[in-house]
Nanobody, 125 residues
Framework: QLQASGGGLVQAGGSLRLSCAAS????????MGWFRQAPGKEREFVAA????????YYADSVKGRFTISRDNAKNTVYLQMNSLKPEDTAVYYC????????????????????WGQGTLVTVSS
């Protein structure tokens, strides 16, 4: 089970750090991703990190502002969000790649499932 936390209300320009903790399973063999869903919109990809942490990639809308990282000893993945904008307001979810031991590149962007419960991020203008 994956549980996202760390959401809240923040002013534009502020920062938050989200955490995704895995329980009942280990995720050190799997790439992990963050996704978000804004009200009335479809869920969209935000960021992903490979099982080895050697490769990451981001949606263009968050590139340079968000950083994904992982601590396999803690079975946890993080999303550091800086310079937040009102358009970042959404419920944020984490998910695990269905495939083990994959690194990300042009040939593979992940196959995510095992969705966790989300955490709400609200950015005020």
């Amino acid at each position: 089970q994956l549980q996202a936390s760390g959401g809240g209300l923040v002013q534009a320009g502020g920062s938050l750090r989200l955490s995704c903790a895995a329980s009942g399973r280990t995720v050190d063999e799997y790439g992990m991703g963050w996704f978000r869903q804004a009200p009335g919109k479809e869920r969209e990809f935000v960021a992903a990190i490979s099982w080895s942490a050697l490769s990451t990639y981001y949606a263009d809308s968050v590139k340079g502002r968000f950083t994904i990282s992982r601590d396999n000893a803690k079975n946890t993945v993080y999303l550091q969000m800086n310079s937040l904008k009102p358009e970042d307001t959404a419920v944020y979810y984490c998910a695990a790649d269905r495939n083990r031991y994959r690194d990300y590149g042009l040939g593979y962007r992940g196959n995510f499932g095992s969705w966790g419960q989300g955490t709400l991020v609200t950015v005020s203008s």
